[in-house]
């Protein structure tokens, strides 16, 4: 009862005259009549009584609706500002509606319109980055965001969102919607707008997203744009295959199809790599060798689905040159081999238009239609000048022979006090110097140095003497230990052989000594006295007992042909050939070294024969060589322990003869003592 009802109630009471109790007797009848209603009321059905709808709810959403129709009015007729306070109210009134896209959609069209780009490239980002609003709320605004970006022409900011969101996405069917969508967005570009993008890109994240999309993108369009398709289907064919190999696409499918559409329309082409080689001549076993182990390596990539033609140049035909220059296949090329004819190459033209961008690396104008124009060298020397620039290493080096010998005689005997005995000429102060330097660098120090004529081996027993410190040859006792434990000798093997006898004629056999790998030319166990050479190490690019899987399938290629068994330069030919198909399968249309070395430099999954070769950003190679002994049995792999443990029996034997010198000389000194007549 309502308190106006009580106050009614109590006024009426107030005016209504007392009744008495006779007042309310019923009659009975009407009693009964009264029980009958009661019992016929609690057997009827209750009813449940719904209180009217809310007045304050029902103008809300009434308020909700006209603050929408009001902004999509607004938004409709410019008014961008009104649209905006429609939106705010609209969403005072239904907070959660901010999780819409439905009201982004809006929300940003008028901000965009009202705002500095500043103010609307952040409230993007923030619903991008925020937790709190739903992953398709954040993939729609991301999408907004970053076709705002490429029309600003920052490419790398909306890469970045498509990135972000990328990795927020949990469900591949998201990821792939969002590949698909920076796929047609970057078609929407021009060439020179792609190539702008790419450019910035790291070479070495090719296959990760968003980058795999760009390099697809931009391959595809250049083809389109190419009026002879023909000409760089070769080299885009090997870049969309590798991505479809290597490329992380949530759903390759739509990939795949277009890329077996081309294949259809163009067929599927040959990689052209070129060597250039002495086929006839002094060198010209050398160069069949390697030419021999490059046809085993383009059989095996054929049975792989991969073809490769190989154009071979000689270098002892008198227009070498003008073929190199000539050639409008070939990209990479292998060789040469002499000193002399990749000097001549590095005065022409076909390798000076690459070296004229590798100051910025990046400049897309660089970028050649002319394959005449953009050949890389891969030469097989152990230095060239300007390496990464003009041409690169594709040989074993001076630095890493004295590299691989520091670090076995370092690492594994703990070694640290070295020594140098060179030859006084050229190759002797170079590799001396070299190692110096590596030693340094290593963690050792050079404890000793002296030269000798090369010409002139009457004197090479004194210069050992005096290298030694020997006092009194005949007088063991009074030479005292060489503050050195290892001995580089950058020479010939046959002055090697004649000049480590001399340590042994004073006495000295503890030293290990360290040879280059000159020494393993014309190495014949039959020819050598072993046992000089017993702590002898030298380095080595091949193992012929190598059991990797690639030296055990280049001898059954080679058996399988009767070719007979394989050699350093066999391998040579095999790797080069394999690492050159890989490598232009992630070339493409980048020309510049400075690109070159960026992908050198990230190089992977290579599976070597030779040792293995890797290169730093500035395109340099470092070749990490085996370390090898030699032996009755040929050069084996060096066992550091049985050497160790041949360096302390000898130290310990010098030990006790020195010991049993000593009690000898006491013992005379004594008689002489006693007996003065003795």
């Known amino acids: 009862m309502t308190i106006a009802n009580k106050k009614a109630m109590t006024n009426s009471q107030s005016a209504t005259p007392t009744l008495s109790i006779s007042s309310f007797i019923l009659h009975p009848s009407s009693f009964i009549l009264i029980l009958l209603l009661l019992s016929l009321a609690a057997c009827a059905p209750k009813q449940v009584i719904t209180p009217p709808p ?22 409709h007729n410019k008014d961008y500002a009104r649209a905006l306070t429609a939106l705010k109210r609209w969403a005072s009134l239904s907070p959660q509606v901010k999780n819409t896209w439905s009201w982004q959609k809006l929300y940003i069209q008028a901000l965009k319109r009202t705002q500095s780009d500043a103010a609307y490239e952040e409230y993007l980002c923030r619903l991008v980055v925020k937790n709190k609003y739903p992953l398709l709320l954040k993939i729609e605004a991301g999408s907004v965001l970053a076709r705002h970006y490429f029309a600003q022409k920052k490419y790398s900011q909306g890469l970045q969102i498509y990135k972000e969101l990328h990795e927020q ?28 993008i790419k450019s910035n890109l790291d070479q070495a994240k090719k296959w990760d997203f968003p980058q795999n999309i760009v390099f697809w993108v931009y391959s595809i369009q250049k083809l389109k744009a190419d009026a002879d398709a023909n000409s760089c289907w070769p080299c885009i064919w090997a870049n969309l295959n590798s991505l479809l190999q290597n490329g992380k696409f949530t759903d390759l499918k739509p990939f795949q199809a277009e890329f077996d559409f081309w294949v259809k329309k163009l067929g599927k082409p040959a990689q052209t790599i070129g060597l250039v080689l002495p086929l006839s001549g002094p060198y010209g076993a050398i160069g069949w060798k390697i030419l021999r182990g490059a046809g085993l390596a383009q059989w095996n990539l054929l049975q792989n689905g991969i073809q490769i033609k190989i154009k071979t140049i000689n270098t002892d035909s008198p227009d070498w040159k003008n ?10 090329f292998g060789g040469p081999i002499l000193k002399k004819n990749w000097e001549k190459l590095t005065a022409t033209a076909a390798t000076a238009s690459p070296g004229e961008n590798s100051g910025s690396g990046n400049n897309s104008n660089s970028s050649r239609s002319d394959n005449s124009e953009r050949k890389f060298f891969f030469t097989f020397l152990p230095a060239i000048d300007q390496e990464g620039q003009a041409g690169w290493r594709f040989f074993p080096g001076s630095r890493d022979q004295v590299r691989a010998l520091i670090k076995t005689v370092i690492q594994d005997l703990n070694f640290t006090n070295l020594a140098i ?10 590799m001396s110097r070299i190692f110096w330097e590596e030693a340094t660098k290593l963690g050792g120090k050079i404890t000793g140095l002296k ?7 009457t004197k090479w027993g004194k210069v050992v003497a005096s290298f030694l410190n020997i006092k009194d040859r005949d007088d063991p006792l009074q030479n005292p230990d ?10 010939s093997l ?34 050598l006295e072993i046992h000089y050479f017993s702590l002898a190490l030298v380095p080595g690019a091949w193992w012929p007992e190598n059991r990797e899987a690639k030296v055990i399938l280049l001898k059954k290629l080679l058996e399988q042909t009767a070719q007979g068994e394989p050699d350093f330069w066999v391998a040579l030919g095999f790797d080069f050939i394999r690492f050159s198909a890989m490598l232009t399968s992630l070339l493409s249309d980048t020309w510049q070294p400075a690109k070159l070395n960026q992908i050198l430099a990230g190089l992977q999954g290579m599976d070597w024969t030779i040792a293995p070769i890797s290169w730093d950003e500035h395109g340099r190679a470092r070749e990490e060589l085996f370390v090898f002994q030699l032996s009755n049995s040929g050069l084996i792999p060096a066992n550091m322990t049985t050497i160790e443990a041949k360096i302390k029996f000898r130290k310990k034997r010098r030990a006790l003869k020195l010991e049993q010198l000593r009690l000898e000389q006491n013992s005379t000194v004594q008689m002489t003592d006693t007996n003065p007549g003795f």
């Open 54 to 75: 809310s007045r304050n709810a029902t103008l809300i959403q009434k308020d909700e609706q006209t603050w929408k129709r009001l902004a999509i009015n607004s938004l």
């Open 451 to 457: 030269s000798y004529p090369p010409d002139q081996p």
């Open 482 to 491: 060489p503050d050195f434990q290892a001995v580089f000798i950058p020479d």
């Open 323 to 332: 073929l190199v220059a000539n050639e409008k296949e070939a990209v990479i």
């Open 494 to 527: 046959s002055r090697a052989s004649a000049i480590i006898p001399q340590f042994f004629f004073y006495d000295e056999n503890r030293l290990v000594f360290l040879g280059p790998m000159l020494w393993t030319q014309g190495f014949n166990p039959h020819e």
């Open 421 to 430: 005995l060179y030859p006084e000429e050229d190759f002797g102060r170079k």
């Open 169 to 196: 996405a949990r469900d591949n069917e998201l990821k792939a919607k969002l590949e698909i969508g920076l796929l047609e967005l970057l078609k929407q570009l021009s060439l020179a707008e792609l190539e702008e």
